[in-house]
């Protein structure tokens, strides 16, 4: 399995991102998807995650400038990131709660990351 994250940039403050990941290879289910961002030197904190049936959550004060949303059939997550702030930059990772073919187990699968970069 292999998440493919895309999207990020630079933007100027205020400015606004939409974050895509696709998942692919041999899935049979996926459950829950998200995103997390780390700055440098810092830890790997949650964005937002959503489940399969579409309920979310968001980390501490992000609701209302980011959304997740999900595509069930195209196996993709997305993050719209608005009112952008320099400390929102960081590598942003989506992960994957997924079951594959063949398997009688879940686990858990990170995309590569991808950079966002906000300046004042």
Known sequence: VQLQASGG???QAGGS???????SGRIFRINGMGWYRQAHGTQRDMVARITREGGTTYG???????????????NAVYLEAEHL???DAGVYYCYARVLMRDSNGWRDYWGQGTQVTVSS
């Open 17 to 23: 991102l939409k974050l895509a990941c696709v998942a």
């Open 85 to 87: 702030q320099p400390e």
């Open 60 to 74: 501490d004060s992000l609701e209302g400038r980011f959304t997740i949303s999900r595509d069930n059939v195209k």
């Open 9 to 11: 940039g630079s933007v």
